[in-house]
């Protein structure tokens, strides 16, 4: 019989057992459904709701069945029908009818919700973790390539060249945006809902900071309802994902189109790369292409949840057993995301002459042109035009900006000399961004300590919110 089946006078039927469960995904969230528990009957017995010797038998039974749990010595059936009835009944097996006591004062809608709180506050934690080791290794690589220089691109095109150092530190501070996300969000995950009961409240006398506390919450919701029928943290941190995804599936683009032949920037370790079936000479970035695919799946979850939630009415309703699938999916593909590209990065070859070469051969120091042609008292826009003029007598005459002979550029400015040469190079053109944050060296200098900043703030975030992770 089912544990709540006292009302019941049929089985359910195996159809309904099968549509209705959920103990196949929500297994998940075992360890965490043990430790609320265990809370739960510690906060009974110092409210006297049970006696000590009850409270003890029971976290008794749950210690054993968490071990299990962790051994992977234990299993379930899709009778048991969810995770915490799975638990309970195994508990009943262990201890007997006390186990009966576990669940007084709260309800599955409760306990859903605090279990999907310590899982996903866990969660966001290794989540911080593999990605404080993602941004070391752009940091690794920025300043391992800081004389490295590359065009940088608008529109796909050429535009003006860069440090290899800058363009990876872009996404250090992309990166550092996601973490800070998840940081100021994590207040409102950090929250207890246990004790809210089914909806309006418990009917027991329990002491819900009792149980906030010992699960180092930050606080409790202030209302029952809202308690259980929550789960804009869920989506919250869907959010967050898909952004975190976005900026993986964008340098992800990138390092596909470095790879390729066409601009043969970058070569990927061979233990990071896939070959062809066919084709014996293929080397393909696969990680990058799934990284860019999966992208496509948390976007999928968030708009999962949003959709699932849109027209619920007040408190619990079956349906939120859907966020589920999408939260664990997310959180894996997060996870497993990083902590591939991780060694992928620190293992990648960067092809500095191929880079330079690139920067060396374009019309991309043309701003620069302009810039000087300015600084000879030209307006800036008549400087733009005679720049364009330049440059189009450049490609016809098949010679770069920097080759082009000094005569033509007197014929259009008299007040040019040689000079402007030592102007043109690749090295004059990135150095002359001086502005904060720009690729200057002393800009370039002042980013990197910068960025060592933020990995010492992670790092001391992820030891302030270490006794929550040492729960598990």
Request: hydrophobic share 40%; charged share 25%; net charge negative.
């Amino acid at each position: 019989m089912k544990l709540w089946g006292g009302g019941f006078t049929k089985k359910t039927h195996e159809l309904v057992d099968e549509y209705n469960a959920s103990i196949s995904f929500d297994i998940a969230l075992a360890t965490y459904d043990v430790q609320g528990s265990i809370a739960h009957v510690n906060m009974l017995a110092h409210c006297g709701i049970l006696t000590e010797e009850e409270s003890s038998v029971i976290k008794h039974g749950l210690t054993q069945i968490l071990e299990k749990i962790k051994n992977k010595d234990i299993s379930f059936s899709l009778e048991d029908e969810d995770i915490h009835m799975g638990i309970e009944k195994e508990l009943h097996r262990l201890i007997g009818e006390t186990a009966g006591k576990l669940h007084t004062g709260r309800s599955r809608n409760d306990q859903v919700a605090l279990d999907t709180h310590l899982y996903l506050r866990a969660k966001v934690y290794d989540i911080v973790e593999y990605l404080r080791g993602f941004m070391s290794a752009l940091l690794t690589l920025a300043e391992a390539h800081q004389q490295v220089l590359m065009p940088g691109y608008t529109h796909l095109q050429r535009a003006e060249p860069v440090r290899f150092s800058h363009h990876m530190l872009a996404y250090f501070f992309m990166f550092q945006r996601d973490f800070s996300r998840l940081v100021e969000s994590f207040h409102r995950l950090n929250v207890s809902p246990l004790g809210a009961g089914a909806l309006a409240g418990s009917g027991f006398a329990v002491d819900r900071w009792h149980v906030a506390k010992a699960l180092h919450f930050e606080k409790i919701y202030e209302n029952s309802l809202d308690a259980v029928s929550d789960r804009d943290f869920v989506i919250e941190f869907l959010s967050h994902a898909s952004l975190i995804m976005m900026h993986l599936s964008r340098l992800s683009e990138e390092m596909i189109l470095w790879c390729s032949q066409e601009f043969s920037f970058v070569q990927l370790d061979d233990a990071f790369s896939t070959g062809s079936s066919m084709m014996p000479q293929k080397k393909n970035p696969d990680i990058a292409e799934l990284a860019r695919g999966k992208t496509a799946r948390v976007y999928g979850s968030l708009f999962t949840l949003l959709t699932l939630l849109k027209g619920l009415p007040l408190a619990y309703n079956k349906d939120m057993q859907e966020d589920k699938e999408a939260l664990f999916d997310t959180v894996n593909t997060v996870l497993n995301t990083l902590k591939v590209y991780t060694p992928m990065l620190a293992s990648m070859k960067v092809r500095e002459e191929n880079m330079k070469q690139a920067a060396e051969n374009d019309y991309s120091n043309a701003t620069q042109l302009a810039n000087y042609l300015v600084s000879l008292g030209i307006p800036f826009r008549k400087a733009h035009e005679l720049t364009g003029m330049l440059v189009l007598e450049a490609i016809q005459q098949k010679k770069w900006l920097h080759t082009l002979p000094i005569e033509i550029y007197q014929n259009v400015e008299p007040r040019i000399t040689e000079d402007l040469y030592k102007q043109l190079t690749v090295e004059a053109v990135v150095e002359s961004h001086r502005a904060e944050g720009g690729t200057s060296m002393s800009s370039l200098t002042l980013q990197l300590a910068q960025a060592k900043e933020i990995l010492k703030t992670m790092d001391a975030w992820l030891d302030e919110k270490k006794i929550m992770k040492a729960q598990e």
